[in-house]
């Protein structure tokens, strides 16, 4: 069974920085590549950012510069560091394989809320 627990989201101001972590269980972590995906209110699922089974990243252009996403392989978990973030950051966050969902939609987690307000 395939378990994908997002934590860390938040409230906080434009210019600030919070660190998201998932825990995935039911999976062969080490051999998918994983990402970070966004979804606003009244908007589609994006992939913000993806990083390779062996580590190498890729950002969305509107994150670039400003997130970074790190894995760990033993511990099953991929994390996003988020700088920088302005109000249109806002959206729960989920991870998941990318960027194909390769368990099937069923295995979206609940996500975590990203709150950019002053």
């Known amino acids: 069974q395939v378990q994908l627990v997002e934590s860390g989201g938040g409230l906080v101001q434009p210019g600030g920085s919070l660190r998201l972590s998932c825990a995935a269980s039911g999976i062969i972590f080490s051999l998918y590549a994983m990402g970070w995906y966004r979804q606003a209110p009244g908007k589609q699922r994006e992939l913000v950012a993806m990083?390779?089974?062996?580590?190498?990243?890729t950002y969305a252009d509107s994150v670039k510069g400003r997130f970074t996403i790190s894995r760990d392989n033993a511990e099953n978990t991929v994390d996003l560091q988020m700088n920088s973030l302005k109000p249109e950051d806002t959206a729960v966050y989920y991870c998941?394989?990318?960027?194909?969902?390769?368990?099937?939609?069923?295995?979206w987690g609940r996500g975590t809320q990203v709150t950019v307000s002053s």
């Open positions: 990083i390779t089974k062996s580590g190498n990243p």
């Open positions: 998941n394989t990318a960027p194909d969902v390769v368990y099937g939609e069923g295995t």
